[in-house]
């Protein structure tokens, strides 16, 4: 899908000549003439990226800038000013009010398009993790995205790849005083720093003696461990050709030489600060991934995820011809312990027990609460001999040592009743080894309970 893009601009004549430019690549174009307007467009979700004119009557681009990234449902729009002032001081005040970027007029074609790509691909990952991170808040499971808003982008932790000593040195006493920046002047080195470091920020100069400090963009982009990672270039003037691929490779943002301290500072600030807020966002999804097949409870597997995923591993076991195995438990008189020592009690139990359910299975075995007290195992690679003396294992785990209740104060005996099945013929569905785990399961609590007892087909 195209990005929509929004030019505020008071002059009607610059307008439409963005709006041609960006029209004839297919950008879904969206206008306004004052900054009060585009903050309107903007809180209505209109938009993925906003081109800002600077000089506008009542309301200018720097303020229409700070009240847009002071919001929580428009902080994480990118706005780029267009502007005459070509200053550093004029940058900086941008940068201050939360520009990601600048283009200078007359506006390059190149650079345009090339800055408005890169900008709402990023968009486009933010809203698809703030929808995600929205939703699970609104169903209380995570933080609320408006919380983020406050975060500094300070303290972060840099590597800088300069291979000028004189560079090196003026770029560290710069940030020194807010981050902590290591220098690499070694580029293949810098990629295991990286990939091992936990950092920030990569801060590379464009220009390298020895390497060429595109391959490195691109290697950084391609390791999972470092695909996330903000890359901010330093670029000689003139040197557009080689920065605009560095964009495309993946760079987030550059900053020409002679290098202005504060504005470096601005926009090393603003690279953290959006690196911890879209980590806080996937943070929040997989966190929000979770709880979705966790149990909350146990922090076993939930029924869910277990009717999902256990088709899937018998389907496996058939086609390599491998045994698979399950365990279908069940606490016996779990209802008389609720009610004799409370709901609170029967939880100790769950939790003790699964607990103890854990040690004495494989990683590769599947562990689930099922409902209530009952659980399931399913068991990859394992016939029904050997599911039954892990069963048995499990029987006496419960059964030899009392569950403590009520902070401890006092201890119960609890024991457990296990039906086990094991795919027998081809034919053998999730649904069908389940049900044989089910009657063996029934047979062991008719027979007296704390027992094993395993299917015969």
């Known amino acids: 899908m195209s990005a929509r893009v929004l030019i505020v601009d008071d002059v009607p004549a610059n307008l439409k000549l963005l709006e041609v430019r960006l029209s004839a690549e297919y950008f879904e174009v969206v206008t306004a003439t004052s900054g009060a307007e585009a903050i309107d467009i903007a809180e209505r979700g209109l938009c993925d990226i906003i081109l800002l004119d600077v000089m506008m009557p009542g309301m200018d681009g720097f303020e229409a800038a700070r009240r847009l990234k002071s919001s929580p449902a428009t902080m994480h729009i990118p706005i780029v000013m267009v502007t005459a002032l070509d200053q550093p001081s004029d940058r900086v005040r941008g940068l201050e009010a939360g520009a990601d970027d600048f283009l200078t007029k007359p506006v390059n074609d190149l650079a345009l398009i090339t800055r ?220 008389a312990i609720n009610d004799t020592w409370g709901h609170d009690a029967g939880d100790d139990v769950l939790r003790d027990f699964s607990d103890r359910l854990r040690t004495c299975i494989r990683g590769i075995d599947l562990a689930c609460r099922y409902g209530g007290e009952e659980f399931v195992v399913v068991m990859p690679d394992t016939d029904i001999g050997v599911a039954t003396m892990v069963a048995e294992r499990i029987r006496r785990r419960v059964a030899g040592d009392l569950f403590p209740i009520q902070n401890g104060q006092r201890q119960i005996e609890v024991t457990i009743s296990i039906g086990i099945a094991a795919r027998s013929v081809p034919e053998d569905t999730a649904a069908m080894i389940l049900k044989r785990a089910d009657d063996a399961l029934y047979r062991a609590k008719r027979d007296g309970r704390n027992r094993v007892v395993a299917d015969a087909a």
């Open 116 to 335: 408005v790509r890169s900008l709402s691909r990023l968009k486009m990952v933010i809203d698809e993790l703030r929808m995600r991170a929205v939703t699970s808040h609104e169903i209380g499971v995570t933080t609320a995205v408006a919380d983020m808003v406050s975060e500094s982008g300070e303290g972060g932790k840099i590597l800088l790849v300069e291979d000028r000593a004189s560079s090196a040195e003026r770029i560290h006493d710069a940030l020194a005083g807010k981050h902590m920046v290591d220098l690499e002047s070694n580029p293949q080195e810098a990629l295991f720093r990286l990939a091992e470091g936990k950092y920030d920020l990569l801060l590379l100069n464009l220009d390298l003696q020895e390497f060429d400090a595109l391959r490195l963009c691109g290697q950084v982009r391609s390791l999972e461990r470092t695909r996330h990672l903000p890359v901010l270039l330093m670029t000689e003037p003139g040197d557009q050709a080689r920065l605009l691929r560095g964009l495309d490779l993946g760079a987030n943002d550059y900053i020409v030489r002679p290098i202005d301290k504060n504005e470096l500072v601005a926009r090393v600030r603003s690279q953290i600060k959006r690196k911890r807020y879209t980590g806080q966002l996937r943070e929040s999804v997989q966190t929000s991934m979770e709880l979705a097949v966790t149990d909350a409870l146990t922090g076993l597997y939930n029924r869910r995820y277990m009717e999902s995923h256990v088709g899937t591993l018998v389907d496996r076991s058939a086609a390599r011809g491998k045994s698979l195995s399950v365990l279908l438990l069940d606490i016996d008189y779990f209802k």
